[in-house]
């Protein structure tokens, strides 16, 4: 079934940045426990405007400008959700999530197992990735492996405002670390957004388009340069299925198994480096499941080049999939196989 | 502050916290020593009286971090002793079921969020808890225990910055122990007294011996009433000395047999004791049946402990995630 806002239900169009302001605002209102911290999300709105000017509406305690200090807050996080509250912590690009990683790893993924399930860490980190804006090396990473990596973590990669909204709300309800990929390049886009409390469930696959000759997966920003290729594969005849993910842990595999046998072909789009990169596993999902055997082609990886994330705006646009590398993987799955 | 060894009751209580991480750790020690326990294992002999002092300022709800050298503090906190061999001897009724071991050891009936494998692991999580409970509106304090080499990692630094920023109601206690591993801490801080730091970050800081029950106690009641008044966090340094080996694999390099018959002659129970006896507080035949009693109560605790079944297998996949 198509993912689409369900008709009847109530919705504004709103930046993606607005759909996560909405998604704070509805949480801090509905829940004495949640409030947000981070560098600049007070009066300056946050880095990329996500705050914006929710500072006057929720206050300074619910809302806290924080010191440069990535470790300690995510630390703070962790303590703050061990013991009654629902914290949200802003890292203002995932690329610093390096500096926080032991809290992230050893703390927070850890502490409930560790502890033998006496300790729950209902605790939100919310980091912008991504390439694009020509922050270079240190500011567009896309390290969503890392977390998909340590057991404990769960994480999303929300791809449209309504989902940004909407997973939000549903990592807010969850009792463990939940790790919110947003994208740089995705801020300013615009969609239909829910209004009000509306969830978008952990775990579950949104299927953008529904073709029969080839399945593509793609995650964050990938997701709506997949959707501009299948148009342009279309009016070449080439009917593509787009599934995005959300959340890559847990994640939703039996959709993604579905439709490739159903279509027979799989073409895996991700942002990130290549190697190891979240689509290896999923291409390894595919090769030990049933699906393999109605496969028609090899399972076949789009991913970013294994290299830093270059400056100059050329270099750049080379270092990770493009709307056209997209098509061209594609047209080349369904007529060389 | 009232002087803990002229009222029988604290002194009694003193004592036998003090008695029970000893013995306990001295369990620890021999059951390793005889392969019947795994892993590794980090004791604190010689440093009880900080754990002891400390806890005795903090009311049951308030909050404790804890370190990889934990045993005390968890002790001193309120946590069953057999629950805790337990968990060291992998068995199911263990704290963590077998899942985290003597590392790992929290108890949050208690207040007690955790040992920590990370040595400054505790210090932003401590603040974090600070900041609950001054957000909740609660008044509880968080202590967080952590040692001199926690105090070269960044975590550290970040904590405190973020806790004095916000003036949060958490105790940051370290205990100097002199060595983080094998690194002397008057070679890797370039400082008098690690409490010089505090000024640093704009909170009060002291040095106390850590060895001295009521030094500790009223350096950490003085700080608590600070926290919970309102005043934010306090850094105190308590001066002490780890007898055994950091972990299994020491073997005292750094350090001279001397040095640590020095410190022996230091040690804060027989000090206590004393001091008891010479306040008439308490007969020596009242400190004997302290010791027997701590003696008794450790003994069934490992032998229960030990009877129970191991830690299972079973649901270890599902017990990654809290549902």
Not at chain 1, 154 to 165: C, E
Not at chain 1, 300 to 315: F, T
Not at chain 2, 178 to 190: D, I, L, Q, R
Request: aromatic share 4%; hydrophobic share 45%.
């Amino acid at each position: 079934m198509v993912d689409e806002v369900v008709e009847g239900t109530e919705t504004k169009v709103m930046t993606y940045a607005e759909a996560i302001r909405d998604a704070l605002r509805v949480a801090i209102a509905e829940d004495d426990r949640v409030f947000m911290m981070g560098e600049d999300v007070g009066i300056y709105g946050g880095a990329f405007g996500v705050t914006g000017e929710l500072i006057n509406e929720v206050g300074t305690e619910r809302l806290r400008d924080t010191t440069i200090s990535e470790l300690g807050i995510v630390g703070a996080g962790v303590g703050a959700a061990i013991t009654g509250m629902r914290p949200i912590v802003e890292l203002q690009f995932s690329d610093f999530s390096a500096q926080a990683m032991d809290q992230i790893a050893n703390q927070a993924a850890k502490i409930h197992f560790m502890l033998g399930g006496a300790v729950n860490v209902p605790l939100v980190i919310r980091a912008p990735g991504g390439s694009g804006t020509g922050a270079a090396a240190q500011h567009s990473q896309s390290l969503e492996t890392w977390f998909v990596h340590i057991p404990g973590l769960k994480v999303v990669m929300p791809a449209t405002p309504d989902d940004a909204k909407g997973l939000l709300l549903a990592a807010l309800d969850d009792p463990n670390p939940v790790v919110v990929l947003e994208h740089k390049l995705l801020y300013k886009t615009s969609g239909d957004v829910r209004v009000g409390d509306a969830r978008t469930p952990l775990g579950v696959a949104a299927i953008r388009r529904e073709g029969k000759d080839l399945t593509i997966v793609a995650t964050g920003v990938m997701v709506s340069r997949a959707m501009e290729a299948a148009e342009q594969l279309a009016a070449a005849g080439v009917d593509a299925t787009v599934i995005d993910p959300r959340t890559l842990k847990p994640l939703d595999s039996k959709t993604i198994l579905a439709s490739v046998t159903a279509t027979g072909r799989v073409l895996l789009v991700q942002e990130a480096a290549g190697t190891l990169g979240f689509m290896s596993e999923v291409a390894a999902i595919i090769a030990e499941s049933e699906t393999f055997a109605h496969l028609r082609a090899p399972v076949r990886r789009l991913s970013g080049l294994d290299i830093p994330i270059p400056y100059a705006p050329k270099l750049e646009r080379a270092a990770v999939p493009q709307v056209e590398d997209i098509v061209a993987a594609a047209t080349a799955l369904v007529t060389e196989w | 502050m009232n002087p803990l060894a002229q009222d029988a009751e604290a002194a009694k209580s003193v004592l036998k916290t003090m008695w029970m991480i000893r013995r306990f750790e001295e369990a620890v020690e021999d059951l390793y020593g005889r392969g019947m326990m795994h892993g590794t294992m980090h004791l604190s002999i010689g440093q009880e009286a900080v754990p002891t002092g400390a806890c005795l300022a903090l009311n049951k709800d308030d909050y404790i971090t804890s370190t990889h050298r934990g045993h005390g503090h968890c002790i001193a906190k309120g946590a069953d002793i057999e629950r805790m061999m337990a968990e060291l001897l992998a068995k199911e009724s263990g704290y963590c079921r077998g899942r985290g071991g003597s590392m790992h050891i929290a108890d949050t009936t208690t207040g007690n969020l955790g040992a920590n494998g990370i040595v400054a692991g505790g210090v932003p999580i401590a603040t974090g808890a600070a900041l609950s409970a001054h957000m909740r509106g609660t008044k509880q304090v968080a202590v967080c225990f952590h040692g001199d080499g926690a105090m070269g990692e960044g975590a550290w630094h970040e904590g405190v910055v973020l806790a004095a920023m916000w003036q949060l109601p958490v105790v940051f206690l370290c205990e100097n122990n002199h060595y983080g591993m094998s690194m002397a801490s008057e070679k890797a801080f370039n400082l008098e007294k690690l409490s010089d730091r505090a000024k640093g970050y704009g909170i009060p800081g002291v040095t106390v011996d850590g060895n001295d029950v009521q030094a500790v106690r009223d350096a950490v009641q003085e700080a608590v009433d600070r926290a919970r008044s309102g005043g934010g966090p306090t850094f105190i340094e308590a001066l002490t000395y780890r007898w055994r080996g950091h972990s299994k694999s020491d073997k005292n390099l750094y350090r001279t047999r001397e040095e640590i018959e020095e410190w022996r002659t230091h040690d804060p129970i027989p000090a206590f004791e004393a001091r008891v006896l010479q306040a008439g507080t308490l007969t020596e035949t009242d400190l004997e049946e302290i010791r027997n009693q701590v003696r008794d109560e450790l003994r069934s605790a490992v032998q229960r402990a030990n009877a129970a079944p191991d830690a299972t297998a079973d649901g270890l996949l599902e017990a990654v995630y809290a549902s």
